[in-house]
């Protein structure tokens, strides 16, 4: 990582800036511990998701057969606990292991570096949701504001790579995302949490998400359409439905009707509307299965007047 972006949130003390490389080295060994399982409380409002799949399984091998190569992180709390701050995975591994303890490298960190520290150690994995990355960028922007403004109140100087600078830019820099993507990861945190997980499971896109976002007391009638239509509506339709919020005109009938709008990749169908023809239809019947059922109803009432006119014509 370049020397201009942030690695370090706290300042070297006296100690470190005039001791050997073996005496710092040492010194660190004398923080690693074998805390029980039981006095370390999980980091509020961990961002990121710890599941007990396939790289669970290659990780307890791996702890069950070379034991923990890297610790995990803590601080200590107040009331004489601690909070881990990274290593979530590490200390759900012991557990199905029934290894009581978990090897931590226990560190004087204040919330907010806390917050930074855990939000980059886990940016570490291979692969990272969505909803990981919306949260824990939010939780890192929250903690950076708060920290620099902390300094500021110290007297202590936050360095010139923080002057003129947004949180949101410091972020960027750092983390190799560009500010706007960063912007629209934090608006999915606005998102309920059923539409959120579609934008995990690669059913929505980025930028109608977004778009969602915005929608507020609209968003479970859009969900609930998502799954009555099993379709989503393209970027530009998201667009036209923020609009519409905007000015108090998204009704559910003026979302029903974007969300029915013919695709490219669509073949024509009808569609029946109003109130007399929505009481005919059973209450639970997708909209787009409509046409199916009419034509079922038509066929079944057709073979009713033929009856009829065989039994006139005898």
Same mark, same amino acid.
């Given at each position: 990582?370049?020397?201009?972006?942030?690695?370090?949130?706290?300042?070297? !003390?006296?100690?470190?800036? =005039?001791? !050997? #490389?073996?005496? /710092?080295?040492?010194?660190?060994?004398?923080?690693?511990?074998?805390?029980?399982?039981?006095?370390?409380?999980? =980091?509020?409002?961990?961002?990121?998701?710890?599941?007990?799949?396939?790289?669970?399984?290659?990780?307890?091998?791996?702890?069950?057969? #070379? +034991?923990?190569?890297?610790?995990?992180?803590?601080?200590?709390?107040?009331?004489?606990?601690?909070?881990? %701050? !990274?290593?979530?995975?590490?200390?759900?591994?012991?557990?199905?292991?029934?290894?009581?303890?978990?090897?931590?490298?226990?560190?004087?960190?204040?919330?907010?570096?806390?917050?930074?520290?855990?939000?980059?150690?886990?940016? #570490?994995?291979?692969?990272?949701?969505?909803?990981?990355?919306?949260?824990?960028? *939010?939780?890192? @922007?929250?903690?950076?504001?708060?920290?620099?403004? /902390?300094?500021?109140?110290?007297?202590?100087?936050?360095?010139?790579?923080?002057? +003129?600078? *947004? !949180?949101?830019? %410091?972020?960027?820099?750092?983390?190799?995302?560009?500010?706007? #993507?960063?912007?629209?990861?934090?608006?999915?945190?606005? @998102?309920?949490?059923?539409?959120?997980?579609?934008?995990?499971? +690669?059913?929505?896109?980025?930028?109608?998400? %977004?778009?969602?976002?915005?929608?507020?007391?609209?968003?479970?009638?859009?969900?609930?359409?998502?799954?009555?239509?099993?379709?989503?509506?393209?970027?530009?339709?998201?667009?036209?439905?923020?609009?519409?919020?905007?000015?108090?005109?998204?009704?559910?009938?003026?979302?029903?009707?974007?969300? @029915?709008?013919?695709?490219?990749?669509?073949?024509?169908?009808?569609?029946?509307? +109003?109130?007399?023809?929505?009481?005919? =239809?059973?209450?639970?019947?997708?909209?787009?299965?409509?046409?199916?059922?009419?034509?079922?109803?038509?066929?079944?009432?057709?073979?009713?007047?033929?009856?009829?006119?065989?039994?006139?014509?005898?």
């Amino acid at each position: 990582m370049p020397k201009d972006k942030e690695k370090e949130m706290k300042l070297p !003390s006296l100690d470190e800036l =005039f001791s !050997s #490389q073996k005496e /710092r080295n040492e010194e660190k060994l004398k923080k690693i511990y074998e805390i029980p399982l039981d006095e370390i409380d999980p =980091f509020p409002d961990h961002p990121f998701k710890v599941k007990d799949d396939e790289d669970m399984e290659n990780l307890v091998e791996s702890i069950r057969t #070379q +034991g923990i190569i890297t610790p995990a992180t803590v601080r200590k709390k107040t009331n004489g606990r601690y909070e881990l %701050v !990274s290593g979530h995975r590490r200390m759900r591994a012991c557990e199905l292991l029934g290894i009581p303890t978990l090897k931590c490298e226990v560190m004087d960190l204040s919330k907010e570096e806390a917050t930074i520290f855990m939000v980059e150690s886990n940016f #570490q994995r291979s692969t990272i949701l969505p909803s990981e990355k919306a949260f824990a960028y *939010k939780m890192r @922007l929250e903690a950076m504001k708060l920290y620099v403004l /902390r300094l500021r109140q110290q007297g202590v100087p936050v360095g010139h790579r923080f002057e +003129g600078m *947004k !949180s949101r830019d %410091v972020i960027a820099g750092a983390i190799g995302e560009s500010q706007t #993507q960063i912007q629209r990861y934090i608006r999915l945190t606005e @998102l309920i949490p059923e539409l959120l997980d579609l934008v995990d499971e +690669g059913k929505i896109a980025m930028r109608p998400a %977004v778009e969602f976002s915005y929608l507020e007391h609209r968003q479970r009638d859009v969900y609930n359409m998502i799954l009555q239509e099993q379709c989503t509506p393209t970027h530009a339709q998201t667009i036209r439905m923020r609009q519409m919020y905007n000015e108090g005109k998204l009704t559910v009938e003026a979302l029903e009707a974007i969300m @029915l709008e013919e695709k490219p990749n669509q073949k024509e169908r009808i569609v029946l509307r +109003g109130e007399r023809f929505k009481e005919l =239809f059973p209450k639970n019947l997708p909209v787009s299965k409509r046409e199916d059922y009419v034509a079922a109803a038509m066929e079944h009432y057709g073979r009713y007047l033929k009856r009829q006119e065989k039994e006139h014509g005898r």
